[in-house]
């Protein structure tokens, strides 16, 4: 269950010094990007970086790394362990997040990292990430409307739950695309505390070279919140702008817009697109992707869609299917350490496409069964373009069947 509140995490790391200085990463969207990106560019100067994302995408440690890798499972379980027994002897009662939280801080104590690159969980001034003792920078990436049930109605109001990461004489770095209004309630929040606001805004000129062309506006722009970021807590490196930018450019983050193969699933020849868009926000990233590199050919897409339960997908859909798309519905199975995270039935996809009037040509309904799911959508594609879609724990399952 998701149970907001610092308490118990702090309980939890109290004797946890942390001497790690930390990026603290919030927002609705780009925050594992902006991880990534900022990880790559500290390992280019050869700094020692812990990194602690979520969800995990295969494994549960997967969301731990040191350096370049994911901690082993021996070392995850051994800290973990420790953790829930001290989280048993102060009855403390806290949740898998804060636990797996304190998890990863006690591994970078362990392995003495010199940077930690934190995401945020959900939201940001109650999140457990929150506990942190010494940031050097905080990040503030596109705000759109999610987990509204916990952050508010309004991207004000989202805006100011994330801008609770802020700490006095903390820089913080904003996503300049976002809104007027959001970045006010940012900027006037930080100004309470006495924090400089840097917003990261791509120049008309001279960013990247060829990057610019190359990279999608988000990117483009979850990429220099991550550059920004890093010069102000590394200020001394010598790597050169363009350089640090290309070195991030080529950091791999798994299920956004990520082509693969599933040749060893249905025989398919083409790459496949994955994507995790769970909401309006990022399905418009997905969306004006594939308008512009996929629909070009005058086929029509193939989804295969998956949701979390709870969630109003009918704008979602709105944004990503057209007349005579297919679809083929699935339901993600269950995630490790997340039991309370359920899918959306897939018929209520089915129906929900039917209420929003998108005529489309083949819809199957697959359920549970991920792998014949791909087949058929695979089989209904005719080699056109072929999208997995609609849920960050849908990209997990599709990695675990396709993991070596």
Not at 103 to 122: D, Y
Not at 144 to 166: M, P, S, V
Not at 168 to 192: F, K, T, W, Y
Not at 312 to 325: A, F, T, Y
Request: net charge neutral; aromatic share 6%.
């Amino acid at each position: 269950m998701i149970e907001l509140g610092l308490a118990r995490i702090t309980a939890l790391l109290k004797n946890t010094p942390q001497t790690w200085k930390a990026i603290h990463v919030a927002g609705t969207n780009g925050k594992g990007s902006i991880c990534a990106y900022l990880n790559a560019m500290l390992r280019a100067n050869r700094v020692s970086c812990g990194r602690f994302t979520s969800p995990h995408l295969v494994d549960r440690w997967d969301c731990i790394t040191i350096n370049d890798s994911a901690v082993s499972e021996n070392k995850f379980r051994h800290f973990e362990a420790l953790v829930k027994k001290r989280n048993e002897e102060q009855r403390l009662e806290a949740s898998e997040f804060e636990l797996l939280t304190a998890t990863a801080f006690e591994i970078f104590e362990a392995e003495k990292v010199e940077f930690g690159v934190i995401e945020v969980g959900l939201g940001g001034r109650l999140d457990a990430t929150n506990v942190l003792k010494q940031k050097t920078v905080t990040i503030i990436s596109k705000i759109g409307l999610d987990h509204q049930a916990f952050l508010g109605n309004t991207l004000e109001e989202i805006a100011l739950q994330k801008a609770g990461i802020i700490r006095p004489q903390v820089p913080c770095v904003v996503d300049a695309s976002n809104s007027p209004s959001v970045l006010e309630v940012i900027r006037s929040h930080a100004d309470s505390l006495g924090a400089r606001v840097k917003n990261a805004e791509v120049p008309s000129t001279g960013f990247g070279g060829m990057l610019s062309e190359q990279l999608e506006p988000h990117q483009r722009q979850n990429l220099l919140c991550a550059y920004e970021a890093f010069h102000i807590a590394y200020p001394g490196h010598g790597v050169s702008m363009n350089e640090l930018l290309g070195i991030g450019a080529n950091a791999v983050w798994p299920g956004r817009l990520q082509s693969i193969s599933i040749g060893k699933i249905t025989g398919r020849a083409e790459p496949i697109l994955l994507d995790g868009a769970h909401n309006p926000q990022s399905a418009e990233v997905l969306s004006a992707f594939v308008e512009k590199r996929l629909r070009v050919h005058g086929k029509p897409i193939t989804w295969v869609l998956a949701a979390s339960a709870g969630k109003d997908i009918s704008e979602i859909l709105k944004i990503l299917l057209r007349d005579g798309d297919n679809v083929t519905a699935v339901e993600f199975g269950p995630v490790d350490g997340m039991p309370w995270v359920k899918p959306t039935s897939s018929a209520t996809i089915l129906q929900t496409i039917d209420k929003i009037n998108i005529l489309t040509t083949t819809r199957q309904d697959a359920r549970t069964d991920i792998r014949a799911g791909l087949n058929s959508a695979n089989k209904i594609s005719e080699n056109g373009p072929l999208v997995v879609a609609g849920s960050l724990y849908l990209v997990s399952d599709m990695l675990k069947l396709l993991r070596p």
